[in-house]
């Protein structure tokens, strides 16, 4: 089965900083690679898919690129409402793993 | 309103069977492949199992296969998940979401998520 790992975990920023994650497969996965993010007690919410394309409605402030095995989400001017956790899932092949999460939270 | 609502959730003892629903609404059920997600209290998310537009495709997780079984009724717009043989590791909020594409191993994305439904397993 194909594996994913995130990093950081965990990072804290502020309010207008440039953020980025990356999210790494076992092996390679194309550009069959999607983003959600989860606030607490809520259900997660589509962020990207495909590795790059946004979903109606998702602020151009996200974006998403790679393939193959490595991608990256990058928010260039994080907002309040953006402190959160953020998951990465590989739909390339059963099972659809999710990466154990990136949880940003305020400096 | 595009809307999924899971139901069915609750306190049960460890072996004993639970199943769960997921009403869709706000757009056509039958055009699109159908999922289960979990997540332990404090954890990440875990897929559970698929089901493609017309049932003709399901898959599921290794921690589950055998013991649950996913299906759907397009008449009724409705997902389901039957879980047996349950334990405290199955204890999680379980989500249903909407798949982009009509077959579950499409490579599709879960554009659509509902609010969930909390499974404790306890003696």
């Known amino acids: 089965d194909i594996q994913l790992t995130q990093s950081p975990s965990s990072l804290s920023a502020s309010v207008g900083d440039r953020v980025t994650i990356t999210c790494r497969a076992s092996?390679?996965?194309?550009?069959?690679l999607n983003w959600y993010q989860q606030t607490p007690g809520k259900a997660p919410k589509l962020l990207i898919y495909?590795?790059?394309t946004l979903p109606s409605g998702v602020p151009s402030r996200f974006s998403g690129s790679g393939s193959g095995t490595d991608f990256t989400l990058t928010i260039t001017s994080l907002q309040p409402e953006d402190f959160a956790t953020y998951y990465c899932?590989?739909?390339?092949?059963?099972?659809?793993?999710f990466g154990p999460g990136t949880k940003v939270d305020i400096k | 309103e595009v809307r999924l609502v899971e139901s069915g959730g609750g306190l049960v003892q460890p072996g004993r069977s639970l199943r769960l629903s997921c009403a869709a609404s706000?757009?056509?059920?039958?055009?699109?492949?159908m999922h289960w997600v979990r997540q332990a209290p404090g954890k990440g998310l875990e897929w559970v199992s698929g089901?493609?537009?017309?049932?003709?495709?399901?898959?599921?997780a290794d921690s589950v296969k055998g013991r649950f079984t996913i299906s759907r009724d397009n008449a009724k717009n409705s997902l389901y998940l039957q879980m047996n043989s349950l334990s405290a590791e199955d204890t999680a909020f379980y989500f249903c979401?909407?798949?982009?594409?009509?077959?579950?191993f499409g490579h599709g994305a879960f554009d659509i998520w509902g609010q969930g439904t909390m499974v404790s397993v306890s003696s």
């Open positions: 706000g757009f056509t059920f039958d055009d699109y492949a």
């Open positions: 979401a909407k798949d982009s594409f009509p077959i579950f």
């Open positions: 089901i493609s537009w017309n049932s003709g495709s399901v898959g599921y």
């Open positions: 092996q390679s996965i194309s550009g069959y």
């Open positions: 899932q590989q739909s390339y092949s059963t099972p659809f793993p």
């Open positions: 495909a590795a790059s």
